[in-house]
């Protein structure tokens, strides 16, 4: 079993940046990968970003590339999400999850661990 916690998130005003945490515990190895999702209300939970904990190659939805970075800290089994350059449509609750899996994945149906959530709220 793993399990996930998020922390981080809070209201900030455009333009500016929080930094997400995903601490894991559990029986979390370097084939694991982590990916950073979010959901605003009423819509579908949205890829975010991801990264492969044993090469940490990443990849990111194209509405936050170049804003956005994820990245590890395999020591403390953490997994971070810097965003930068906050808009608006940014604000969702966001969640953190893992697989364990040798690919990339970018759907919230092939992730199997997910933490509660944390809000993310960009205001004008």
């Known amino acids: 079993q793993v399990q996930l916690v998020e922390s981080g998130g809070g209201l900030v005003q455009a333009g500016g940046s929080l930094r997400l945490s995903c601490a894991a515990s559990?029986?979390?190895?370097?084939?694991?990968?982590m990916g950073w999702f979010r959901q605003a209300p009423g819509q579908e939970r949205e890829f975010v970003a991801q990264i492969r904990l044993s090469s940490g190659s990443t990849a990111y939805a194209d509405s936050v590339k170049g804003r956005f970075t994820i990245s590890r800290d395999n020591a403390k089994n953490t997994v971070y999400l810097q965003m930068n350059s906050l808009k608006q449509e940014d604000t969702a609750v966001y969640y953190c999850a893992a697989v364990l899996g040798v690919q990339d994945y970018y759907t919230a149906d092939e992730y199997k661990y997910w933490g509660q959530g944390t809000q993310v709220t960009v205001s004008s």
């Open positions: 559990g029986r979390i190895v370097s084939d694991y990968v």
